[in-house]
């Protein structure tokens, strides 16, 4: 189970929220545009926040610790057409991350 989840998303804001207590915090697959600020992203058992071939997001003034991998894994995809929809291989890049409060994560 993950605390919030979209796929292919742009323009989305995720402000001030909990996202505490699942697998993944924040699974957003090939997500671009998207402003996450203020959430608490907390004891997860695998990973904060990842993005799957996302891009042009910005991270700030989140609150992420004690997750049980990374606090935020941004990851490259080779699958182009992943699960039949339209999505584009490649890296997950132009990030804006700061004024973020990030410990205690493995």
Known sequence: ??????WLC???VYRNNKANFSNYGMW???GTGMLLEGNEIAYNNVNGIEIEGGGNNEFR???IHHNGQNAILLRHTDQEGWWGWD???GESKNYNIHHNYI???K
């Not at 189970?1 to 979209?6: C, L, P, Q, R, V």
């Open 61 to 63: 003034y989140n609150t």
């Open 28 to 30: 957003l697959g090939f």
């Open 87 to 89: 999505t584009p291989a």
């Open 10 to 12: 742009t323009g989305t």
């Open 103 to 105: 410990f205690s994560n």
């Open 1 to 6: 189970n993950n605390a919030f989840e979209s």
